[in-house]
């Protein structure tokens, strides 16, 4: 079955750097990539996401790239902010709609001032 | 709020007891899914309804857990005979009708400790 790995496990930046994200999936039938945050006490929220159809989607200071030959993607945050500071989670799932999303195991990202 | 709701927020119970979790996702969302996540991981699946149709579980879905959509609207997950390795946050998440639609909106979660 698919596997998603994700790194680092813990990033720590200061306001206004950029913070980089990434993970590799292993099954190349994966092709729906999203990314959630995760804010302590509450449920992952979905920030953007990606299909195995395009190479790059931006949404502000937020920004996915995906290889598929390598079978790796990356989330990319500039211009951080306190704010920004929380659990962030790749997933992946195959073939259609209505499949599971398998996650990676998180990466803490801490925004100091 | 049209968000996915989950009730209770927070349940403590002993072990061996049974406990219910009830999910209302989002409004005309006909696909609902259950996830659990332990400290420090991401979430897991553990099953996946279309409308009132129970069509994918997960082998982590032991023969104690049991979740029902009954009428394609809210779902309930029950764990029966509770074990403290059930300690975790229940995750539900819904998902719109469209095929093409492929994001998953999650809840608040409850969270669960077997004492």
């Known amino acids: 079955g698919e596997n998603v790995e994700q790194h680092p496990s813990t990033l720590s930046v200061q306001e206004g750097d950029s913070a980089v994200i990434k993970c590799t999936y292993s099954?190349?039938?994966?092709?729906?990539f999203p990314w959630y945050k995760q804010e302590l006490g509450k449920g992952p929220q979905l920030i953007i996401d990606?299909?195995?159809?395009?190479g790059e989607k931006k949404d502000q200071r937020i920004a996915v790239t995906l290889n598929k030959t390598a079978k790796h993607f990356s989330l990319h945050i500039t211009e951080t902010q306190p704010e920004d500071s929380a659990v962030y989670f790749c997933a992946a799932s195959s073939h259609q709609a209505g499949t599971a999303l398998i996650f990676g195991k998180g990466t803490t990202l801490s925004v100091s001032s | 709020d049209t968000g996915v709701s989950q009730n209770p927020r927070h349940k403590i119970t002993k072990r061996g007891q049974n406990v219910t979790f009830r999910c209302d996702p989002i409004?005309?969302?006909?696909?609902l899914y259950w996830y659990r996540q332990t400290l420090g991981q991401g979430p897991e699946f553990l099953t996946y309804f279309q409308n009132e149709a129970q069509l994918e579980k997960s082998r982590l879905l032991s023969d104690r857990f049991s979740a029902e959509r009954p009428k394609g609207s809210f779902s309930t997950l029950e764990i029966q005979r509770t074990e403290q390795g059930d300690s975790a946050m229940y995750l539900c998440?819904?998902?719109?009708?469209?095929?093409?639609?492929?994001?998953?909106?999650f809840g608040p979660g409850t969270r669960l400790t077997v004492l």
């Open positions: 409004s005309e969302h006909n696909r």
């Open positions: 998440a819904s998902s719109p009708q469209r095929e093409s639609l492929r994001e998953q909106f």
């Open positions: 990606i299909r195995s159809n395009v």
């Open positions: 099954d190349s039938a994966s092709n729906y």
